[in-house]
């Protein structure tokens, strides 16, 4: 598969380009930035080619794995799709329903892959974890804590200068991820009540298609000695915790991209297409208007 990277900042320098040009079954075939300069130099680094030319990248390659902020994502996915580009999406895949929704269409009508990258879906224990749960059944309620220092005093946050993050906070940036983990084993959200809590700090409450209840905590701003990420689940198979993370979002990028290709091969619908985030987004959407009329939104 040959796969161009579109995005030149931090997450797609640290994690996308160095996983594109090592992974065995890719060939990394050239970068596209908003800032050419920037597209020059980490192409450079990683002796592939620097486009300019949207439309042309796009005949070059089979698929793009994006790395852009979320307000961007979806009209160059979309030109992606309708060029017949399989898609690696990033989380959220849009800030908007209606942007979310032209996303999952497009894919649907052209008939391409997509693969959004919630780390902990493709990620080692924790993945094989979330499957044997959602197999076991049974859940009465769940608790997920998803606790960033991003903007903590201190911090060192190489995304502490990110504005989509500035402006959205951790509903938009950690929420994505806490939903990929909850929805699968609990099924989908009928309702969420949302509250928030100190800086960005936003607490969730959703109602699930099978019964059950689940709470989340969410912040981008919660001091470093407090910061983590953690989840329990209570059933009648008693209590279960998600395991702590030991691979990073490297080697998950490596299991998104072959969660890709086989997609790509089969022409089967992955879990974690751009139709499932899009429900993301929906739900995130519904915690915002939650936050805003100070009761339950149905979903």
């Known amino acids: 598969m040959r796969i161009a990277l ?31 300069e920037a597209a020059a130099a980490l ?26 902020p979320p307000a961007v994502q979806p009209d160059l ?22 942007d979310a929704r032209r996303l999952a269409e497009a894919t649907a009508r052209n008939h391409v ?10 990620g080692g224990e924790q993945a094989l ?22 903007f903590a005093p ?3 946050s190489p995304y502490a200068a990110s504005p989509w993050r500035q402006e959205k906070g951790a509903l938009w940036d950690v929420g994505p991820h806490a939903l990929s983990v909850l929805l699968p084993v609990l099924g989908d959200a009928l309702e969420v009540t949302a509250a928030a809590g100190p800086r960005d700090t936003v607490h969730l409450v959703l109602r699930h298609t099978g019964g059950a209840s689940s709470t989340l905590a969410l912040s981008l701003t919660a001091p470093v000695e407090a910061g983590g990420t953690s989840m329990e689940l209570r ?27 086989e997609s790509a091969r089969t022409g089967e619908s992955h879990p974690c297409d751009a139709a499932f985030g899009l429900r993301v987004v929906e ?5 915002e208007r939650s936050l805003a009329d100070g009761g339950p939104a149905g979903l």
């Open 6 to 36: 579109l995005g030149t900042g931090p997450w797609a320098e640290r994690v996308h380009a160095p996983v594109l040009a090592e992974h065995p079954g890719i060939d990394f075939a050239g970068v596209w930035g908003r800032r050419p």
């Open 129 to 150: 974890w979330l499957e044997k749960q959602a197999a076991v059944g049974g859940w009465f309620t769940a608790r997920s804590d998803w606790l960033g220092s991003v």
């Open 154 to 156: 201190g911090s060192e």
């Open 43 to 68: 192409a450079g680094a990683h002796g592939v080619p620097a486009y300019e030319d949207l439309d042309r990248l796009f005949a070059d390659v089979d698929a793009v794995s994006i790395a852009l």
């Open 283 to 287: 739900i995130l959407a519904g915690a």
């Open 77 to 98: 996915a979309v030109r992606a799709a309708e060029a017949g580009c399989h898609l690696l999406l990033d989380k959220p895949v849009a800030l908007t329903v209606p």
């Open 113 to 122: 892959a997509s693969v959004v990258f919630f780390t902990v879906r493709f």
């Open 235 to 261: 059933g009648t198979a008693g209590v279960a915790h998600l395991p702590e993370r030991g691979e990073g979002p490297v080697r998950a990028l490596h299991g998104a991209l072959d969660a890709l290709r």
